[in-house]
């Protein structure tokens, strides 16, 4: 087992809790990763809220007053086993360098994505989930809401068998498990065989584990694709997360992304970044092409019944499954 990391918490900050949520990203997404941190912080569940990424980043008064905080690690051994065009962002990085920096510190983090907004449920209950004996927890990727028994493209370039393939933008991560499994090591060895040409902390995470993960229910990390957006209202998630290009700041999202949400982060922003690029209209409702309409509405008649049948797996937001099974 390798000696754990050591993180640098912001000046003045201290865990209170045993558990935190955790949102990733460098300096450049601070201010779009403040529209999570901040309603996670109002709603005043038991975990701490925390902004981590690879250097320490001074918070802006808004963020410390509302008790959150700013962790920094980074994982040397792990970086040097990293190809060279992944170092541009190793804030991607994030739940593998915090997951071996925390022990000690969380017993439990919830390390989340910047393009994600945070709309009800209680991450304390979620963190406090039967994990099934796992040292990660986490959703499975959209490739394989409707047809499970896809076999990724990662796994097929690794000449692997189809395993459940889950994505990295929402991570729940048992840090004494993650240690006790080598999973800081194991990740080393990984990236240095076979994660060139083959993604990033994703790929590198799913490559470890091979399907040996707990599965959380989609409401928290409900990936907002064409494939999925009309079913949103019904499904009420906990946290969506925007993949893709279409994020919700940008004007690429209008007529894509509702309003609402694309407002949750114009106000952050306008309110507490006004030197950052603002979300452009972000009260004015704009409408879909009808083409783009028509096309996704036909692919959620198309995937109706498998997306039910995957929604029902699970009886409540809060029980995990093995995705085995």
């Known amino acids: 087992m390798r000696m754990p990391l050591t993180p640098i918490f912001s000046p003045g900050f201290a865990p209170r ?6 949102v990733a990203c460098d300096a450049n997404y601070l201010p779009y990763a403040a529209t999570p941190a901040l309603a ?21 008064p808004v963020l410390t007053a ?12 792990l970086l040097d086993a990293l190809p060279l065009d992944a170092r541009r962002s190793l804030a991607t990085y994030m739940e593998l360098f915090l997951g071996h920096a925390l022990l000690g510190h969380y017993r439990r983090i919830l390390v989340i994505d910047a393009d994600i907004l945070y709309e009800r449920g209680d991450p304390a209950r979620l963190l406090n989930a ?91 990390n409900w990936q907002f694709t064409t494939a999925s957006a009309h079913l949103t209202s019904m499904a009420d998630p906990c946290l969506i997360h925007f993949i893709g290009t279409r994020k919700p700041w940008l004007d690429s999202a209008q ?36 083409g783009a309409l028509r096309a996704a509405l036909f692919r959620q008649w198309r995937a109706a019944g498998p997306m039910i049948r995957y929604l029902n797996r699970f009886p409540d937001p809060y029980t995990l499954l093995d995705p085995r099974s």
Not at 44 to 53: K, Q, R
Not at 263 to 289: I, K, M, N, Y
């Open 255 to 290: 007529g894509v992304v509702p309003m609402r949400m694309r407002d949750a982060f114009g106000r952050v922003l306008a309110q507490h970044f006004p030197a950052t690029p603002q979300v452009a209209q972000s009260g004015r409702r704009h409408w879909p092409e009808p």
């Open 130 to 220: 039967d994990m099934l004996g796992r040292a990660v927890a986490a959703v499975r990727d959209n490739r394989q809401w409707r047809t499970p028994g896809r076999k990724t493209r990662e796994f097929q370039k690794l000449g692997e068998p189809a395993h459940p393939y889950f994505n990295a933008g929402v991570v729940m991560i048992d840090t004494q498990a993650f240690a006790a499994q080598n999973l800081p090591a194991r990740a080393a060895d990984f990236a240095r065989s076979h994660l060139a040409g083959l993604g990033r902390d994703q790929a590198l995470m799913n490559g470890i584990l091979k399907g040996d993960w707990a599965e959380i229910s989609p409401l928290w």
């Open 66 to 77: 509302a008790g959150i905080g700013h962790v920094a690690a980074r994982d040397d051994a």
């Open 17 to 22: 809790h045993s558990t935190a949520v955790i």
């Open 40 to 60: 996670m912080a109002a709603a005043g569940h038991a975990h701490d809220v925390l902004i981590g990424g690879p250097e320490p980043v001074a918070l802006p």
